[in-house]
């Protein structure tokens, strides 16, 4: 009789083994692209929130997290007007597995270009493929997705300001304290 109870709680003893930490969100820099002609400089965030395996999920070489929530942050800064404004949050599209990431091509008078890009498949080699989407995006908030980017001249493309430095410092301790905040 000891035994029979024993092996029915064998299951709901592995499951509760089998288990992942709350919720992680992980916010980074990935870019800071200033524009030679004006005021405007751009910052792209990546967003990740990843639940980290526990128990047997980990065993044995640390598991694989669960990715819940991917995202890319794209603002501009108009260091004239000491303004900054979000004008794009963008999520994998259709066929993006994993490694999803913007790139801050540069920028045409006062339109910024930007290709977000993921793989099609989490496992490396011939068969994965990259795949890309292009937009354009203004200051005002516009964006729109274009077939492809246009010709960058190999111009300077400077460094950030002052007030920029200050908002981007803002931006990352906005994440950084975003991440903390229990969900």
Known sequence: MLGARCF???PVMLLAACSYAPPERINRLASVLPDSSSDYVAIAVTI????LPRGLLAFPDGGKPRVTEDAVELTICDERRHLVRRVGLWRPFAGVQT????LLAGWRADTLF??????DRELTGP??????????????????R??????????HRGQPRAFCTAAIDSIDTHHRLASTRPR
């Open 146 to 155: 274009i077939a492809s980017l246009p010709p960058f001249g190999s111009g």
């Open 8 to 10: 029915g709680l064998l």
């Open 48 to 51: 990740k929130v990843l639940q």
């Open 99 to 102: 490694a999803f990431s913007a």
């Open 114 to 119: 930007v290709t977000l890009s993921g793989y």
């Open 127 to 144: 068969d994965q493929r990259l795949l890309r989407r292009f937009y354009a995006a203004t200051p005002t908030g516009d964006t729109m």
